[in-house]
């Protein structure tokens, strides 16, 4: 390895941590995450999660664990909270950079290590104090031990992704076993090597490591509190998410396909190479397995009544590779350099688009993106226009696959410190003040009109939603205020209200 590439690979992995306490907590799901961690330590239960005083049945009990020992040593920041997914994520990265160089050569292993780490879909799932990056680093890992587990019937590569299996099984239930010994089943039938599948996905040794690791917790927290999360989690957030659109998040047939080219960026441009060349693709072994992979993913999610954008980033985990290894063989033309082109001025513009926008949307939401100029200021635009100055460098060095990885490296920083954090401070900005002013105060906390678990963290306790009472301190949106009681106004932001209930 170069230095040059060495330099490469730290700062890729740096790139990962930098901006995890840039933007406020983002609500509903980086909120509704990490409120649920605080009122584990609020009941001190750590078997069950809570959100509001009400059961949260979301998701399994791993990434809470993970987000519980982070504030344990390092506090309630947000950096903390989001640690545990960056933290995957470098393993994710350094899970691609051994696999690739076992299958490829040192070269390919770069490329697909900084190219993990710097596709949108990776960068935002490693900031964001949810689930996903955690998930994805557990598919990743299995689905390599898999493949080398069915290519040279090797059982320590078939226990290791057994066991990474019952990790993201704890992280996020079926979808970890489902997506592997699917893509498992379907690579083998490919190939009429039956035999090796079911040795495979039935080795008592395996199946007997996935249990140890994935069912304690779950036979735990049922004897503890009865069938609230198997029903919960099971029936509603797995079966009735997959039969009907749940909170509006569904899409049609062709969902995805806008997606995997946002997903894929700023290496969009390799995916439609990719896809001139699928002949070639589907000939190479590993090719035809990344491929199953993915098509794989795509059928099961388009055919869910509930889509979201991150769920086709259960399939690019071998993708990666694959644009990686290409990446690394063919000659850098100038049209790869057109999706970070564009990405960046995409940023440069972002105010501009949004204010173009305003008229169209709703009065509260105006109001929500008043200050939009004061927050992205001359520092912001000076950033991106940088950025955008290197990329167009970049362009002229078109030879050099380096250049472009360099540049995604670029990118992923600035989108994380001066894109990212910046929508953060937009939309998230008030509550994060009226959540740090609650905590200084003596009295019931109680949530009406929103539905922004976030400021519970910032308050440091538990926020009930009930009717309130005299005493009380009440977060709202300012056209509440005519539904509440008699009150006195603590903090008016951007429609975001705390008020104090009179006696």
């Not at 001190?44 to 791993?62: A, S, V």
């Not at 504030?71 to 960056?86: H, I, K, T, Y």
């Not at 239930?173 to 498992?184: D, H, Q, Y």
Request: charged share 15%.
């Amino acid at each position: 390895m170069t230095p040059l590439t060495r330099g490469l690979l730290l700062v890729a992995a740096a790139s990962l941590f930098i901006g995890l306490s840039g933007a406020p907590l983002f609500d509903l799901d980086e909120g509704a995450f990490t409120a649920a961690t605080l009122e584990m330590f609020a009941r001190d239960d750590f078997l069950m999660t809570y959100l509001m005083g009400e059961p949260r049945t979301d998701k399994p009990i791993l990434i809470y664990w993970l987000q519980a020992a982070s504030v344990a040593l390092f506090g309630w920041q947000e950096w903390a909270l989001r640690l545990p997914s960056a933290l995957a994520a470098l393993a994710w990265m350094a899970m691609a950079y051994a696999f690739a160089r076992r299958l490829y050569d040192e070269n390919t292993a770069v490329a697909a290590a900084v190219l993990t780490a710097t596709t949108l879909g990776v960068a935002l799932v490693s900031h964001a104090a949810t689930a996903d990056a955690l998930l994805n680093a557990a598919l990743a890992g299995a689905l390599f031990a898999q493949y080398f587990a069915l290519r040279e019937e090797n059982r320590r590569f078939a226990l290791m992704a057994w066991a990474l299996m019952g990790l993201g099984f704890l992280t996020k239930g079926p979808v970890a076993l489902i997506l592997p010994l699917g893509t498992a089943f379907l690579y083998c039938a490919s190939r009429r090597e039956w035999a090796q599948f079911f040795r495979y996905g039935l080795d008592w040794r395996g199946i007997g490591l996935f249990v140890v690791i994935a069912l304690p917790w779950y036979a735990a927290v049922t004897a503890t509190h009865g069938t609230v999360f198997i029903e919960g989690f099971f029936l509603k957030h797995n079966v009735a998410r997959y039969a009907g659109a749940m909170e509006g998040h569904g899409g049609g047939p062709l969902y995805y396909l806008p997606v995997l080219l946002i997903l894929a960026l700023p290496f969009t441009g390799l995916i439609f190479g990719l896809m001139r060349d699928l002949r070639g693709l589907w000939r190479d072994d590993f090719g035809c397995y990344a491929a199953i992979l993915f098509l794989w993913v795509l059928a099961l999610f388009s055919f869910s009544a509930t889509k979201l954008p991150h769920y086709l980033l259960y399939g690019c985990s071998l993708l990666w590779i694959v644009l990686a290894r290409r990446l690394v063989m063919q000659p850098v033309s100038r049209g790869l350099w057109l999706a970070p082109l564009l990405l960046a001025g995409f940023w440069l513009f972002f105010p501009d688009i949004v204010s173009s926008q305003m008229a169209r949307l709703q009065p509260r939401y105006q109001v929500q993106l008043s200050d939009l100029y004061d927050i992205f200021d001359h520092t912001y635009r000076a950033v991106w226009l940088a950025v955008l100055g290197l990329a167009l460098f970049g362009l002229a060095w078109r030879a050099q696959h380096l250049a472009l990885l360099g540049i995604a490296v670029l990118l992923l920083g600035a989108l994380t410190t001066h894109g990212v954090a910046h929508v953060g401070q937009l939309l998230q900005g008030s509550v994060r003040e009226a959540g740090r002013i609650a905590a200084t105060l003596d009295a019931p906390l109680v949530m009406q009109g929103l539905d922004m678990p976030s400021f519970s963290v910032y308050a440091g306790r538990v926020v009930h939603k009930r009717d309130p009472v005299a005493g009380d301190v009440v977060v709202t949106r300012s056209d509440w205020l005519a539904q509440m009681p008699a009150h006195e106004v603590l903090y008016r932001n951007k429609g975001i209200v705390l008020v104090r209930v009179r006696p």
